[in-house]
């Protein structure tokens, strides 16, 4: 199954752990927010483990 | 008058909390926002051996060495662009300038001529203090736990020797007797001890039969080993005890220092809660403060360590274990039944 679609829901408390694993996908200013027109194929481990190690587990995805 | 107040190996803080050493600190805009929000010092992003070795070009096999991950790395390998020593040294003599409150540099190295060269060039940048990371992930038969201790009390001597600056030295509780090692550590100039470390610790996918990754957060109530190791040691070593490791609140901030800690590091805290939870412990601590009239950290600070108890003098021996066997009809009496359970049903 490959990622088709990613969002951070509401609690993000920016503090950069999913943009230190996949900077591809992942953008931290105020809070993390999901770069566009990237494939998400390619960067699936990363993302997956983005999500995993979101320490308020805010990152969403669909495979 | 600042009732916060605390000393750290010499080092003059505003309050107790510490940011331990995570990449949540590493850019001057966070570190700033830190200082904000009210942090008594932090303690800058580790340097570690692997940087160093990357830069020496030495990376290939070698990297495989180091693979005892230590909960601070996000990676194994890290990103090769932004990873060199140099520009370590850079960002943290950048940090220290950006700051007013005490900066602490974090060396995580392995080999000896790493730790006693690096400190060097750490001490030079400014910062205000040192933290030596000493653990061994347990993978040689043959080594004896003396040859290990030996080593790291030599690294601490190299080091105490040639530089000025405070150090701290950061430990697992994973040592024979931990005690009888600080207590050497502590004869060899350590001005500090941060107790405890945390590493990640393997898990496996039971479908896919493979190993995974697993979150590398402490969790509420993680300090509890903090705390008795503060008790233990508070007034039996010269050094500052500073604790580490699940310290989540005002309330456990307030249970380590009167175990005996001077100070703690926070971290996990700060990323489950984001930085303003540096103003909410301090709040909780002043609140707790003023609730029993203290006027000042040493007021309390200690009062429940082995040393000065008066009530329970087993009470930081003890396994709780036993206490609860021996006194189980009244700890697990309910109405109508003499005992449902114990913790050996």
């Given at each position: ?63 | ?35 904000e929000f009210g942090a008594g010092a932090i303690v800058y992003k580790s340097l570690f051996e692997e940087q160093i070795q990357l830069e020496s070009f030495q990376l290939d096999e070698k990297m495989t060495e180091f693979n005892d991950l230590y909960a601070e790395m996000v990676q194994i390998h890290p990103n090769i662009e932004h990873a060199g020593p140099d520009e370590h040294l850079l960002n943290i003599r950048k ?251």
């Open positions: 199954m490959v990622i088709s679609k990613i969002w951070i829901e509401d609690g993000c408390t920016a503090c950069g752990l999913c943009e230190e694993i996949c900077p591809e996908v992942f953008k931290v200013e105020d809070v993390a927010t999901v770069i566009q027109g990237v494939n998400y194929g390619e960067y699936e481990e990363k993302i997956k483990e983005a999500a995993t190690s979101c320490p308020v587990e805010v990152i969403r995805y669909i495979e | 008058m600042n009732k916060l107040k605390t000393t750290y190996m010499g080092i003059e803080m505003n309050n107790p909390i510490i940011i331990g050493a995570s990449n949540l600190v590493t850019n001057t805009d966070t570190l700033k926002k830190a200082e940090a220290k300038e950006s700051l007013t409150i005490p900066l602490i540099a974090s060396l995580n190295a392995v080999n000896d001529d790493t730790w006693l060269k690096y400190a060097r060039l750490i001490s030079q940048t400014g910062v205000d203090g040192i933290e030596l990371n000493f653990y061994q992930i347990p993978l040689d038969f043959d080594k004896s736990a003396k040859e290990i201790e030996d080593r790291q009390i030599n690294i601490l001597k190299e080091i105490r020797q040639n530089i000025s600056i405070p150090v701290s030295v950061k430990l697992s509780p994973d040592y024979s007797n931990i005690l009888n090692f600080i207590k050497k550590l502590d004869e060899t100039g350590a001005d500090a001890f941060v107790l405890f470390n945390s590493f990640f610790q393997p898990d496996i996918d039971i479908i896919n039969e493979k190993h995974i990754r697993t979150s590398h957060f402490s969790n509420i109530g993680d300090y509890k080993k903090s705390l008795r190791h503060a008790g233990l040691l508070f007034e039996n070593i010269k050094a500052d005890i500073c604790s580490s490791l699940g310290i989540f609140s005002g309330e456990d901030v307030v249970k380590l220092i009167l175990s005996g800690a001077s100070c703690v590091q926070v971290v996990s805290t700060i990323y489950k809660n984001g930085l303003p939870q540096i103003y909410n412990i301090k709040r909780e601590l002043e609140e707790w403060m003023d609730i029993k009239n203290y006027k000042s950290i040493d007021d309390f600070r200690g009062k429940l360590s082995r040393n000065r108890l008066s009530g329970d003098p087993f009470v930081y021996k003890r396994a709780q274990y036993v206490d609860l066997l021996l006194n189980s009809d009244a700890v697990f009496k309910v109405e109508g039944t003499s005992r449902i359970s114990s913790p050996e049903d």
